[in-house]
């Protein structure tokens, strides 16, 4: 290495493992950030003892300003390397890790010469608070780029410096939205809130980064005082209780503690930057040693291994959805919201009608710019001579849950298709054996089977048979990646993964309510452990005509007897559609009726509720549904929505002890019958930590 010339840092064009330098003719260097043998950006400790090497020298041989930015084009940091943060965790060594990375920020923003984050892409938790660190930031006005602190998914929060330095910056309420929520910001609503100094092209973001460095920016007034006041020692007695409160509404503190210890945090620490800085360590380390932050962490590499099941061929270009109802309606909005030409077809154009209608309330919430809103909407087109079909590369039937007439249909349309087109079934629970009977090419049809509302459910299962070819099952999971969602491959027995787990669940909620238990108790029971809704509102949701016609595949084949409640479907009340079901419904909403003051549920409602969809789930382990414990439990929280924080279901037998588990399952089969019976399974070593 050089000695400095000119007062010239001496390492200009230097090329480290993870870092390289460009001095530009300003005066400005440029730092960028490769992580050697990654696709993207990620901090592990490696990288920041690296970079704090960096930063120590030139503290000490400062330059006119310092840039520092990606070197990746797929985005700016990702944030921490999950992975290694995991391994920390199982050596007890987070603390020290935690420590690193607050040392190494600090010491970017203690450099004596204006430091500026040039970002572009995604910019994520470490990312976000490295951004943060430095003295101003500057975003590419590409629609790629996101900045976010989503910490508090994984069951911890900003703990590089981030929750420290966010709410003097945007001000309290600004900082705890985004970090309470996890929520992305595009470039211009961080702008908004004064997280970014400036936007730019990319083509000039690092010039203009440049820019910033020598000349400063000045940030409103405004932004100012609304930084320093929100955070003074009474407005943080004032906020955080109301931020608590805020957040009660979504989450108990039991379940994640992680928003609560943010807010406490912060409402209770003063002095300088080190002090805060050791309050955020202290609380994130003991966070991320919580069953709650393991599970989670656990459920982010579930997802990414979803993410991971396709590839990107699938030779798709043309879907055609038949049947218009509220699924196949929604399935072929969402398929051309994602890019994909779609034609719909229905026995009548109402249905099709309706349907479109439903598919315009989408783009108008999905696609912000309005002036792409028509060519996103021009993608999909009624077609109520089916003759979509002849076109297409993927063909998904959405019709009527019965055999006779999904084959009927198959025998009208097969014909009709291309050579290597594919056709899929969204059954929620017929067997594929059943439906394969009569189809002229088995190896290129499948089970496509999405969750409602498709918009908002991340899973789709893709069904298997003997005869599906392997090829099939690839290109359907890469489509299903291509449409953001996650796939998860499934036998075709009946109720396939989640339907036939969620089943007894719903089942038993329906015999309770048909005891005389109310409504509102069985859901708060449910609610309590961790569900997202409780399962009578959830009938009522799917409705109850859906629920009763699974019911009649299900239950036979489980050798379980469906209640009257949710057999006996009467006209006009078939739940949230209808507006009365087991609820009323008004604006969407379920009308629950107040449960009395001195009303007290059974104390095993828990037990009864849970426990069922725990014994069906080990049952699918041991019957094959699906080849690990791993992808069951990605399937059914990813499916159904079970408590994240408990990570599953097989987890769920795993963290308390499969014995105990059983023990509690038995209970139930002396007190209330056979239908508690322990399903085959519960011996598996996989059920053992």
Same mark, same amino acid.
């Given at each position: 290495m050089t000695a400095a010339l000119d007062g010239l840092p001496a390492f200009d064009g230097l090329r480290a493992r993870h870092w390289h330098t460009e001095l530009r003719e300003d005066g400005v260097l440029v730092l960028s950030f490769d992580r050697e043998g990654s696709p993207v950006n990620t901090f592990a400790q490696e990288v920041l003892i690296e970079l704090d090497g960096l930063l120590e020298r030139l503290a000490l041989d400062p330059p006119k300003g310092l840039v520092l930015r990606s070197a990746k084009s797929s985005g700016f940091v990702a944030g921490a390397d999950i992975k290694e943060f995991q391994s920390f965790d199982e050596k007890g060594t987070v603390g020290d890790a935690i420590r690193r990375g607050q040392q190494v920020f600090q010491r970017l923003a203690e450099l004596p010469c204006p430091t500026v984050a040039a970002i572009h892409g995604f910019c994520m938790g470490g990312g976000t608070e490295i951004a943060l660190a430095c003295r101003y930031r500057v975003a590419s006005g590409d629609a790629s780029t996101r900045i976010g602190l989503p910490e508090v998914k994984l069951g911890i929060y900003p703990g590089w410096g981030g929750s420290v330095r966010?709410?003097?910056?945007?001000?309290?309420?600004?900082?705890?939205?985004?970090?309470?929520?996890?929520?992305?910001?595009?470039?211009?609503?961080?702008?908004?809130?004064?997280?970014?100094?400036?936007?730019?092209?990319?083509?000039?973001?690092?010039?203009?980064?440049?820019?910033?460095?020598?000349?400063?920016?000045?940030?409103?007034?405004?932004?100012?005082?609304?930084?320093?006041?929100?955070?003074?020692?009474?407005?943080?007695?004032?906020?955080?209780?109301?931020?608590?409160?805020?957040?009660?509404?979504?989450?108990?503190?039991?379940?994640?503690?992680?928003?609560?210890?943010?807010?406490?945090?912060?409402?209770?620490?003063?002095?300088?930057?080190?002090?805060?800085?050791?309050?955020e360590r202290k609380s994130v380390v003991k966070l991320s040693s919580t069953p709650t932050a393991r599970n989670l962490i656990r459920v982010f590499f579930l997802q990414e291994r979803l993410k991971g099941q396709g590839g990107k061929e699938h030779g798709i270009k043309h879907v055609h959805v038949v049947g218009a109802g509220v699924m196949g309606g929604d399935i072929a909005a969402w398929s051309a919201y994602k890019g994909f030409e779609v034609t719909l077809s229905d026995r009548e154009q109402r249905f099709i009608d309706g349907a479109l209608e439903r598919a315009q309330e989408l783009f108008a919430k999905k696609v912000k710019d309005e002036a792409k809103r028509p060519a996103v909407a021009a993608r999909l087109k009624g077609d109520l001579g089916g003759e979509g079909a002849d076109l297409a590369d993927l063909v998904i039937e959405a019709i009527i849950e019965k055999p006779e007439a999904k084959r009927e249909l198959y025998d009208q349309i097969e014909p009709r298709m291309k050579p290597d087109a594919?056709?899929?079934?969204?059954?929620?629970?017929?067997?594929?054996?059943?439906?394969?009977?009569?189809?002229?090419?088995?190896?290129?049809?499948?089970?496509?089977?999405?969750?409602?509302?498709?918009?908002?459910?991340?899973?789709?299962?893709?069904?298997?048979?003997?005869?599906?070819?392997?090829?099939?099952?690839?290109?359907?999971?890469?489509?299903?990646? !291509?449409?953001?969602? &996650?796939?998860?491959? =499934?036998?075709?027995?009946?109720?396939? /993964?989640?339907?036939? +787990?969620? *089943?007894?669940?719903?089942?038993?909620a329906g015999t309770a309510f048909a005891e005389g238990i109310p409504g509102p108790a069985i859901d708060k029971a449910a609610v309590k452990f961790g569900m997202p809704m409780g399962p009578i509102e959830l009938i009522d949701t799917v409705g109850l005509d859906v629920a009763a016609g699974v019911g009649a595949e299900l239950a036979p084949f489980l050798g379980l007897t469906v209640p009257p409640a949710l057999s006996n479907v009467e006209p006009g009340k078939r739940g949230k559609k209808d507006g009365q079901g087991l609820y009323k419904w008004e604006n969407g909403r379920a009308q629950k009726p107040e449960l009395s003051k001195d009303y007290k549920a059974p104390n095993d409602l828990e037990?009864?509720?849970?426990?069922?969809?725990?014994?069906? !789930?080990?049952?699918? &382990?041991?019957?094959? =549904?699906?080849?690990?414990?791993?992808? /069951?439990?990605?399937? +059914?929280? *990813?499916?159904?929505?079970?408590?994240?924080?408990?990570?599953?279901?097989?987890?769920?037998?795993?963290?308390?002890?499969?014995?105990?588990?059983?023990?509690?399952?038995?209970?139930?089969?002396?007190?209330?019958?056979?239908?508690?019976a322990p399903r085959p399974g519960w011996d598996s070593p996989l059920l053992r930590k």
């Open positions: 966010l709410p003097p910056l945007v001000g309290a309420p600004a900082a705890f939205d985004m970090m309470l929520t996890g929520r992305t910001l595009s470039a211009s609503a961080a702008r908004a809130i004064g997280l970014v100094d400036k936007i730019a092209e990319p083509a000039v973001l690092v010039d203009t980064a440049a820019g910033i460095a020598l000349r400063g920016a000045e940030r409103p007034f405004k932004q100012r005082f609304m930084g320093w006041a929100s955070n003074t020692w009474p407005a943080r007695k004032i906020l955080a209780p109301m931020l608590v409160k805020q957040v009660a509404r979504k989450a108990r503190k039991e379940h994640y503690p992680a928003p609560y210890a943010l807010i406490s945090t912060w409402e209770r620490t003063g002095g300088g930057v080190q002090a805060k800085l050791a309050a594919l056709l899929t079934t969204n059954t929620s629970s017929i067997p594929l054996d059943e439906l394969r009977e009569h189809i002229r090419r088995p190896a290129q049809f499948g089970g496509l089977h999405y969750f409602n509302p498709v918009a908002l459910m991340p899973l789709v299962e893709i069904i298997r048979h003997d005869r599906m070819a392997p090829g099939t099952e690839q290109r359907l999971a890469a489509f299903c990646k !291509a449409i953001d969602k &996650l796939p998860v491959p =499934v036998a075709g027995t009946p109720g396939f /993964l989640v339907n036939r +787990v969620l *089943f007894p669940y719903m089942l038993e037990d009864r509720l849970i426990l069922p969809l725990i014994n069906e !789930a080990v049952a699918c &382990l041991h019957d094959g =549904v699906v080849s690990d414990g791993d992808l /069951l439990d990605a399937g +059914v929280i *990813f499916g159904t929505g079970f408590a994240p924080f408990r990570g599953g279901p097989i987890q769920y037998v795993r963290e308390n002890g499969p014995d105990a588990v059983l023990a509690r399952l038995k209970q139930l089969q002396a007190r209330y019958g056979d239908r508690f």
